[in-house]
């Protein structure tokens, strides 16, 4: 007849064999281990007769990185801090790899008369686990990367989007965004609004007798003194497409505008511009159509970018290098007014 604790005995083995669970004990009194993890051992590639010769010390198996996370999680149980004893740890099998395996175990007899004695535990497996989990925390540190990567792309084409790649200025796209914005406040506040359209004359002329890249070098002078005259963090000054360049002025009434824009001329007008190594440079000069948006007209930024794109077709017509200033009389139609590049700086108020 089979003795009532040995079948209890082959039913846990079996029990613990089908869930890849591996028992140990260990007396806590004398530190003595009373029943060896045997399986796991032999996981790790270790014989029989190696268990019982060469594997006293445990803790010799264990990563260095572990052996205190391990030591800790023991006395906090020991301690009654826990209500199991839980850790996860590397082992160094006999060919010198780490495999992941992990302890559950308790205090089994804290009621007893000497009590904290017996700490029984099972050991398995869950380096298939761990290998998933650092492939899946690699796979999201590459995410991460890539991410950050992305973003600093999109803020990239943010700022490409945003500007003219040859002059640094304000791109189209900006410039309508913006200035759009502007007439905006413009109107709600009953501010004043200027906005200048300023085209290099004859640049296809300049292309074809020294190439483009002194036309770029060209846009480049042009655009630079387009630059200078804009107070930073009020004006809006943008490349609009080709050589035709676009200035907006909050807070700036007509006159003021006519003053910047002849300014603006008058230095366009003495630049010499390289247009090669050898020290050739090209004379240019500026058309600059000017008008000022009045609140009570209502019209919105892109009637008034027409309104001073037709004040320099007017000074295309009369010759070039001018500055002509379109003004929306109250209630009527726009009247395109001229300024010749004689006329001083009192011509240039009497036309405002």
């Not at 505008?257 to 300014?263: G, I, Q, R, T, Y």
Request: aromatic share 6%; with cysteine.
């Amino acid at each position: 007849m089979v003795d009532k604790e040995d079948l209890n005995r082959e039913r846990l083995e079996l029990v613990l064999e089908a869930a890849g669970l591996d028992l140990w004990e260990n007396d806590l009194v004398t530190g003595q281990v009373t029943h060896k993890a045997t399986k796991t051992f032999a996981e790790l590639g270790f014989s029989e007769a190696e268990m019982v010769t060469e594997l006293q010390d445990i803790y010799g198996l264990f990563h260095p990185g572990d052996l205190d996370i391990v030591r800790q999680a023991v006395a906090d149980h020991v301690a009654g801090v826990t209500p199991q004893y839980r850790a996860e740890f590397r082992l160094r099998s006999k060919a010198g790899e780490w495999i992941w395996f992990a302890n559950y175990g308790r205090i089994m007899d804290r009621s007893s008369a000497k009590p904290g004695k017996r700490l029984i535990g099972v050991t398995f497996n869950i380096h298939d686990r761990k290998q998933k989990e650092d492939e899946i925390a690699q796979i999201n540190r590459q995410l991460v990367e890539q991410n950050r990567l992305l973003q600093e792309l999109n803020a990239a084409l943010g700022r490409l989007a945003a500007n003219d790649s040859l002059t640094g200025l304000s791109s189209r796209r900006t410039l309508m965004e913006l200035a759009a914005n502007e007439c905006k406040r413009s109107e709600r506040f009953g501010h004043p609004l200027s906005l200048l359209v300023v085209d290099i004359d004859l640049f296809k002329a300049v292309n074809d007798a020294w190439g483009h890249l002194a036309g770029d070098r060209v846009i480049c002078a042009v655009a630079q003194a387009c630059a200078a005259r804009q107070r930073h963090g009020v004006d809006i000054v943008a490349r609009f497409g080709g050589e035709e360049f676009v200035i907006v002025l909050p807070e700036t009434d007509g006159a003021s505008a006519l003053h910047v824009a002849e300014s603006l001329r008058t230095e366009v007008a003495a630049l010499q511009v390289p247009a090669n190594d050898a020290g050739a440079t090209v004379l240019v000069t500026v058309s600059i159509g000017v008008a000022t948006l009045r609140p009570v007209a209502g019209m919105d930024f892109e009637a008034l970018l027409n309104l001073a794109d037709l004040a320099l077709y007017r000074a295309k017509e009369r010759g070039r290098n001018a500055v002509h200033c379109a003004e929306v009389p109250h209630g009527g139609d726009a009247a395109v007014h001229w300024l010749s590049p004689a006329q001083d700086q009192a011509g240039i108020a009497r036309l405002n």
